[in-house]
């Protein structure tokens, strides 16, 4: 192999290198997070969250500053149209929720953190008084194999990849995991959840699921 070809097989093999070890931790941007409104689907709440300014408490921002954490603030429809504030809470997000949503009840439910999806509290309800009720982090929902065969990237574990909703009577929260009929649902009155799968997802065949990350006894539903 003459000098240009021996050059020219070292400059391939190097992008094929860095190409597979970016593969495994690939690297992704996030924009700056902004101060929303979220309304229930009756029109009756809303919450609007402000950022905090604690990146220190985020995962990889060791040596960030630490601030105040994001904040929200619950508001009712008044008989004249209105809305009044209800209560303002602090969250359990250092920087903001990526996504957020409201019920009819008046209830808060947070979806993972801005810049660090898939660390710390991925899903929190809160009360129509803005009380904390339940909060879950990645190991309370799965097994750490499965944690593990997630998608990970330099900021975040990319532990679901469809939509996440609330269900027709706003009573729950539908998060889709993956294009196999992979489902986690968060039920906001019995403060529960599921994990759902099909058994058999090419037949589509065989749907169960199992209420808790302890013992992961998978039952026909």
């Known amino acids: 192999m003459g000098p240009a070809r021996s050059r020219r097989f070292d400059w391939i093999a190097g992008i094929f290198i860095v190409c597979v070890s970016c593969s495994a931790s690939f690297a992704d ?3 700056g997070p902004q101060t929303r409104e979220v309304f229930s689907k009756d029109r009756n709440h809303f919450v609007r969250v402000a950022p905090g300014e604690s990146w220190g408490d985020a995962n990889g921002f060791t040596g960030a500053p630490k601030g105040a954490y994001a904040k929200a603030e619950f508001y009712d ?6 809305y009044a504030l209800g209560a303002t809470v ?5 920087v ?7 019920t009819d009840q008046g209830y808060l ?3 993972d953190n801005w810049h660090n999806m898939g660390y710390g509290k991925v899903v929190a309800l809160y009360g129509a008084d803005g009380a904390p009720i339940k909060s879950y982090e990645l ?5 750490l194999d499965e944690i593990n065969g997630f998608d990970h990237s330099v900021s975040s574990i990319w532990w679901h990849k469809g939509l996440a909703y609330l269900q027709l009577d706003s009573k729950a929260l539908y998060i889709s995991l993956d294009d196999k009929g992979t489902d986690l649902v968060v039920d906001t009155m019995f403060r529960t959840y599921r994990s759902c799968k099909w058994q058999d997802p090419v037949r589509v065949k065989d749907f169960v699921c199992r209420t808790s990350n302890t013992g992961r006894q998978w039952l026909p539903y």
């Open 29 to 31: 941007e996030w924009p």
């Open 77 to 82: 429809r008044r008989s004249d149209g209105s």
């Open 90 to 94: 602090t969250l359990l997000n250092p």
């Open 96 to 102: 903001a929720p990526v996504e957020f949503f409201v």
């Open 109 to 111: 439910l947070t979806l």
């Open 139 to 143: 190991s309370d929902l799965f097994s």
